[in-house]
């Protein structure tokens, strides 16, 4: 899972309220460079909102024909979640990992203090979620993981049933690591479910295919959920009315009260940190390597011109 932009910078994302509290988090399309030259509708981080508990990244694409073939590339300071919704994908990586990961399963992979990993798929219709989480201070020095789980818990009420992937969802727990206190479900809706939440998280609901709406509380957050936009839900909520016929992603967690300096497929806190993963990547050290794909690792992009700045969950 990477940012395959050739000259990535701070989002400028649109947010538009809807009262109530609640945000539609619209996002826009990005043209991604290198061999896989997709286009992917990225909605976190915000120019507003650049966090969801410490879901920091959120990548939607597809449904499309494609084969993907990301290189070799770096990562630190989170976990990626690699969630499908229809395709297959190859996962790669320097600890030694190769995992296929099909809708309904879960790829977590943990970078911690580096790792670099590759993905690959034959031509396919792929249709995907790629999330990344920041890890809290205490945590992003841990050493790299992977985790695969082909079977998630399932929370199930009146019209819904929700597949648990990260965190904790109505009492009902994923088996994947976390690292604060959060929550990632995709929720299938068939009629008009009511989905407990944890009223300490801010949320986000993104419709992954069919149709689905937001019911109340008033009528200013009732509507049809719209295919792109991610809307967010702030704390205080026990839980969220969905109808229709669809499937639903939703996140969540505390709010994250750390600044992060995002660039790139880095997660660091300052410039200089930022900077040193970059030259670590440049010169071939500290990410291991990925051993079977065949072609060169993806190089860095050119750092800006004028320093990073560590920023918060809202600016």
């Known amino acids: 899972m990477s940012n395959l932009e050739r000259d ?57 024909r494609a084969t993907m073939r990301v290189p070799p590339h770096p990562h630190t300071g989170l976990q990626t979640v690699s969630w499908l919704v229809a395709g297959e994908v190859l996962h790669r990586d320097s600890l030694g990992t190769l995992q296929e990961i099909r809708p309904g399963q879960l790829n977590l992979m943990t970078a911690g203090r580096g790792i670099s990993h590759s993905e690959e798929s034959p031509e396919t219709v792929l249709h995907e979620v790629q999330l990344w989480v920041a890890l809290p201070d205490a945590h992003r020095h841990t050493g790299p993981g992977f985790e695969h789980h082909p079977d998630l818990p399932v929370l199930s009420g009146p019209g819904f049933a929700a597949t648990v992937v990260m965190g904790s969802l109505g009492g009902v727990t994923s088996p994947a690591t976390a690292y604060s206190p959060l929550v990632g479900a995709e929720v299938a809706v068939d009629g008009t479910g009511e989905v407990p939440l944890d009223p300490a998280y801010e949320h986000g609901l993104l419709l992954l295919d069919g149709e689905a709406a937001l019911v109340g509380p008033g009528p200013s957050e009732s509507g049809p959920l719209e295919y792109g936009p991610l809307v967010y839900l702030p704390p205080g909520r026990a839980a969220v009315r969905l109808s229709g016929r669809g499937r639903v992603l939703l996140i969540g967690g505390e709010p994250f009260g750390e600044e992060l300096v995002m660039w790139w497929n880095f997660v660091g806190r300052s410039h200089d940190e930022i900077a040193a993963f970059r030259k670590e990547w440049a010169e071939g050290e500290g990410f291991g390597a990925v051993e079977g794909f065949d072609g060169a690792p993806l190089p860095a992009p050119v750092l800006p011109g004028t320093r990073l700045k560590p920023r918060g969950r809202v600016r």
């Not at 826009?28 to 286009?39: D, F, I, K, N, Y």
């Not at 909102?49 to 990548?59: E, H, L, Q, S, T």
């Open 8 to 64: 990535p910078r701070e989002i400028r994302c649109a947010t538009t309220g809807t009262g109530e509290g609640a945000e539609v988090l619209t996002g826009r399309e990005v043209p991604l460079g290198g061999p896989r030259a997709m286009t992917v509708r990225r909605t976190l981080p915000g120019a507003h909102r650049r966090m969801i508990g410490a879901w920091c990244f959120v990548d939607a694409y597809g449904p499309q």
